[in-house]
């Protein structure tokens, strides 16, 4: 078999466990976390470095330099690339859709990837949802209706302080909690994995 058909599966494996959370077989919050009031979504698109996520098998896949790019796709949707570097130090990706599901605020949309099962349907419900944003478009919280899953993304590969203390208000607002997210490491920022709550 091949890296790349190693890589597939585990991404498989991934996304049926992630939409399996994300449909809600775990805990979640007393209620549903908020969308950001207004998205603009050509300033979100582009190359997003995930500093911080909710452990989740996908999650446990890479070992460092998790990123999302988001690019226009042709039909008006977005397309996804989400890639990382594996423990064995090979890169691992997969490519998908993205679909605004809230024309209201444009910060809740439907992901899916094409060839995974239970996450193939192009058109959903949404299973992402961008609840804090920074002014400047510097840093998100990504979490999903249940507030299973969540991710910190962030234009640079670190934050500073300020931006941390805004993050954990976020999670907090959305009614997780920060202990739950553990750090990624990215080269050119933390390289240690500790709950967010900690830093």
Known sequence: MSVLSRSRRRWTAAALLAAASVLGSGAAATAAPAPVPRLELDRY???????????????????????????????????VRNSCTTWANTPDEITGTATVTDPRTNAQLHVSFPGVPTQEQRYGPPNYVVTGLGPDYSWAVVTDPSGTSGFVLSRTPALDAGQWSAVREVVAA??????????????????????LCSI
């Open 45 to 79: 698109l582009g190359t997003w470095h995930q500093l911080a996520a909710v452990p989740q098998y996908f999650n446990l896949v890479c070992a460092r330099d998790t990123r999302a790019e988001y690019a226009l796709a042709p039909d008006g949707g977005v397309s």
């Open 174 to 195: 959305a009614g997780q909690d920060a202990c739950r997210y553990l750090t990624s490491p990215v080269d050119g920022g933390l390289t240690a994995t500790v709950p």
